[in-house]
């Protein structure tokens, strides 16, 4: 079993700047893919990032924006979001992933977090 707890969410205006954190526990995120996506009211979730070994993977609208990073020793996952925009208001998921790797797909990840909303003001 994988437990993740994400933290670092808020409210922000656009512009500005947040820094997600996941903190896994059951199993090494070193070990895995982990992926971070994005939930709207009335959307599907969406694929904001993955990173694994020292590979990353961002989606279209958040390249150059956002970075995806990895503290091992902290089996940590963060997601640094700047210059963000109102369309970036959801709430933000990390997932872990055992076998496939840097997926953009949310079935292909095996474990998920609660959640952390992000809210952007115009």
């Known amino acids: 079993q994988v437990q993740l707890v994400e933290s670092g969410g808020g409210l922000v205006q656009a512009g500005g700047s947040l820094r997600l954190s996941c903190v896994g526990s059951?199993?090494?995120?070193?070990?895995?893919?982990m992926g971070w996506f994005r939930q709207a009211p009335g959307k599907e979730r969406e694929f904001v990032a993955a990173?694994?070994?020292?590979?990353?993977r961002y989606g279209d609208y958040v390249q150059g924006r956002f970075t995806i990073s990895r503290d091992n020793a902290k089996n940590t996952v963060y997601l640094q979001m700047n210059s963000l925009k109102p369309e970036d208001t959801a709430v933000y998921y990390c997932a872990f992933a055992a076998q496939i790797w840097l997926s953009t797909e949310p079935r292909e990840y095996d474990y998920w977090g609660q959640g952390t909303q992000v809210t952007v003001s115009s």
């Open positions: 059951g199993r090494a995120v070193s070990e895995s893919s």
């Open positions: 990173i694994a070994w020292s590979t990353a």
